[in-house]
């Protein structure tokens, strides 16, 4: 089980990870609006990896997986 620090941490990571991906999606969505698919396709894809590696670096991760 986690202590109580380390789940501190671990939902403070979750926080950072849901802001900056909403972030990224809201960008998307303006790309998606100016008519710029591959742009707004390229900024998801790099949020979904980026979000996936914080993910992994959260103590405790691969037991919540």
């Not at 698919?37 to 979000?51: F, G, H, P």
């Amino acid at each position: 089980p986690l202590y109580w620090s380390e789940r501190r941490i671990f939902v403070n990571g979750y926080k950072e990870m849901y802001l900056r991906l909403f972030n990224r999606v809201t960008d998307a969505l303006e790309l998606l609006d100016r008519g710029e698919a591959d742009r707004a396709r390229e900024l998801l894809i790099s949020a979904q990896r980026e979000a996936e590696e914080m993910f992994i670096a959260q103590p405790g991760a691969e037991s919540e997986a």
